[in-house]
């Protein structure tokens, strides 16, 4: 699904959430269709008046979920341009990231410099500098761990050691952390934490609206595997007066509820007495 480009649809008014409605009806559900719901985010991200930047941020969501990510950034990007938000920002980094981890050529390459380092094979020098130089961070942190450096000491000597060794250190200076960042970005950016979350409109504080936290205590309560909690925490938030005797409240709800009944995410806390409280919600 390419990014509609500007002027491709008609602007339109239509509530952020009915649209979110349809959309997740269409994907989650057994006879939905998940292109027509990538197709209404993708026309409401570029011709919806309300919250635009939300509906372009789900359609990334929705297509890191269908392994395409390269569409998703695109996404992500449509929405930081419209409303420069540390959620957009967040999604866009960790993107990168994940783009740059399976950048075509990472695995050979990585398989090379292990081989040539575990026979001491002097030719792995060549491809350890020109690893250290890539344009692929991922490779390049790679290249720079301790191990390598020790393989460098065995077969290099001189300025050329010296060299190389000024290279892993500076970059294991920069990124002290890599993988470490990518697990926080992991974290910041779990697609349900943010998938079908209107209340994270505009990148509100938890505080600043209750169902922001109440959704993220059911989405905590299911990552930890508590049955009991997943429970009770989900029962909270369906019975919070702002989503009540609203057509938004309404669509919240059963978003809330089909992603409960229907996504691998809660398999682990499922119980009978939650897809009762779910089903009760549709």
């Not at 409303?83 to 967040?90: A, M, Q, T, V």
């Not at 059963?254 to 992603?259: D, K, T, W």
Request: hydrophobic share 40%; net charge negative; glycine share 6%.
């Amino acid at each position: 699904m390419a990014l509609a480009a500007s002027g491709c649809h008609q602007t339109v008014s239509e509530p952020y959430y009915l649209i979110l409605d349809h959309a997740v009806k269409e994907y989650f559900l057994p006879d939905g269709d998940k292109e027509k719901a990538l197709e209404l985010l993708g026309n409401g991200c570029s011709g919806n008046e309300d919250s635009p930047d939300l509906l372009c941020y789900n359609a990334g969501i929705l297509l890191l979920r269908e392994n395409r990510p390269e569409e998703a950034l695109d996404y992500f990007e449509e929405a930081a341009s419209i409303k420069d938000i540390p959620l957009y920002r967040s999604a866009i980094e960790s993107t990168r990231l994940l783009l740059d981890r399976s950048a075509v050529g990472f695995s050979e390459k990585a398989g090379q410099l292990i081989r040539g380092c575990a026979s001491d094979d002097p030719e792995v020098l060549a491809l350890l500098k020109q690893s250290l130089s890539s344009d692929q961070k991922s490779l390049q942190r790679f290249a720079s761990q301790p191990a390598f450096e020790q393989c460098a000491q065995r077969l290099a000597s001189g300025e050329e050691l010296m060299g190389l060794q000024k290279t892993m250190q500076g970059i294991r200076s920069q990124l002290p952390d890599y993988a470490g960042r990518i697990r926080e970005l992991d974290l910041q950016q779990h697609p349900l934490r943010g998938l079908w979350n209107p209340f994270w409109k505009y990148g509100q504080p938890a505080g600043d609206f209750p169902a922001v936290q109440a959704w993220a205590d059911v989405l905590d309560s299911a990552r930890n595997g508590s049955t009991a909690r997943a429970r009770e925490s989900a029962r909270r938030f369906f019975s919070l007066p702002q989503l009540a005797g609203s057509d938004q409240g309404v669509a919240l709800r059963r978003s809330a509820a089909l992603l409960i009944l229907q996504d691998p995410f809660f398999d682990s806390v499922r119980s009978t007495e939650l897809i009762s409280l779910a089903q009760s919600n549709l």
